[in-house]
């Protein structure tokens, strides 16, 4: 399959591509929640040093969450979005 028909069938309008971002990311923060936590307790009370005191916890959130919001991931939720689409269809 060459790329032009690759990026015809994983093609979703602006909106439901806005919408499964804003999915990946609420699924990401629940996944990564213990993270979450730890950096906004590493966090609390403090101003300019949490950059520095918190860069730890910091990394942790971020790697997790990377985990979650990234690109092949994304397309992947586009994938299967476009498969429950075409399902609708021939139902």
Not at 14 to 22: G, I
Not at 33 to 56: D, F, P
Not at 57 to 67: G, I, T, V, Y
Request: glycine share 2%; aromatic share 6%; net charge positive.
């Amino acid at each position: 399959m060459g790329f032009a028909e690759q990026a015809r069938e994983n093609h979703v309008k602006k909106k439901v591509e806005e919408a499964l971002r804003s999915k990946m990311k609420k699924n990401a923060l629940k996944m990564c929640n213990v993270q979450s936590k730890l950096y906004a307790e590493c966090a609390a009370g403090r101003t300019i040093s949490v950059v520095w005191h918190c860069r730890k916890q910091a990394k942790e959130l971020n790697s997790c969450l990377h985990q979650y919001t990234n690109d092949l991931v994304l397309e992947e939720m586009k994938m299967n979005y476009m498969q429950e689409e075409d399902n609708k269809v021939r139902s």
